[in-house]
Nanobody
Framework: QVQLVESGGGLVQAGGSLRLSCAASGYTLNSYAMGWFRRAPGKEREFVAAISRSGDNIIYTDSVKGRFTISRDNAKNTVYLQMDSLKPEDTAVYYC?????????????????????WGLGTQVTVSS
């Protein structure tokens, strides 16, 4: 059974850093693009970052460019989101997700509808 488990969330002061991890079990990640999404209280889920199956293509939403870094270690079946210079508006539940990219190369999808597997999320709270 495919499973994604996020970890690394917590409470941090503005300007601080957190590193989220997403560990996959039940399948290998090397055929999947991986994405991070977040849902803030009272808001819709939004795209944060994604990385192609090879790791060569990466995209970010504008609000996190220069502050967040997505990476993957296919040998460890794990994807990471390094979050620096955190702001209170980054407070949200963060989800990782997997999209089948076995049939094409290039950039990962931005739309959540393209992701077929989801973790349960990890809470990130940034205090001002």
């Amino acid at each position: 059974q495919v499973q994604l488990v996020e970890s690394g969330g917590g409470l941090v002061q503005a300007g601080g850093s957190l590193r989220l991890s997403c560990a996959a079990s039940g399948y290998t990640l090397n055929s999947y693009a991986m994405g991070w999404f977040r849902r803030a209280p009272g808001k819709e889920r939004e795209f944060v970052a994604a990385i192609s199956r090879s790791g060569d293509n990466i995209i970010y939403t504008d609000s996190v460019k220069g502050r967040f870094t997505i990476s993957r270690d296919n040998a460890k079946n794990t994807v990471y989101l390094q979050m620096d210079s955190l702001k209170p508006e980054d407070t949200a539940v963060y989800y990782c997700a997997a999209a089948d990219q076995s049939r094409y190369l290039g950039y990962p999808p931005r739309s959540s509808q393209r992701y077929g597997y989801w973790g349960l999320g990890t809470q990130v709270t940034v205090s001002s």
